[in-house]
């Protein structure tokens, strides 16, 4: 079993920043595919970007490519969102989910969900 909190998420103006962080409970969190998705209003789960175990890849939406940067810390148990200039589009509640065994990291079909955080970009 895998908990996860997101934290990190405000309100930003347009072409601000933010960074957002998910802490995982757990002791193998390293074994552990992560993604970042988000879900605006009156629209499906997507996904924002996501990152193999050992950090020695990353994955990204097109829209958030160039902007957006996922790392992750294994002795903190810990993956991270670096959001930058940010649009009003990003608006979003954003998860972040883990999952062992996931064969596409685009998939919305990891194992474990946090609870998500608000990000709120003002024009």
């Known amino acids: 079993q895998v908990q996860l909190v997101e934290s990190g998420g405000g309100l930003v103006q347009a072409g601000g920043s933010l960074r957002l962080s998910c802490e995982a409970s757990g002791r193998t969190f390293r074994r552990y595919t992560m993604g970042w998705f988000r879900q605006a209003p009156g629209k499906e789960r997507e996904f924002v970007a996501g990152i193999l175990g050992s950090g020695a890849a990353t994955y990204y939406a097109d829209s958030v490519k160039g902007r957006f940067i996922i790392s992750r810390d294994n002795a903190k148990d810990t993956v991270y969102l670096q959001m930058n200039s940010l649009k009003p589009e990003d608006t979003a509640v954003y998860y972040c989910?883990?999952?062992?065994?996931?064969?596409?990291?685009?998939?919305?079909?990891?194992?474990?969900w946090g609870q998500g955080t608000q990000v709120t970009v003002s024009s």
């Open positions: 989910a883990a999952d062992p065994n996931i064969d596409v990291v685009t998939t919305l079909k990891y194992e474990y």
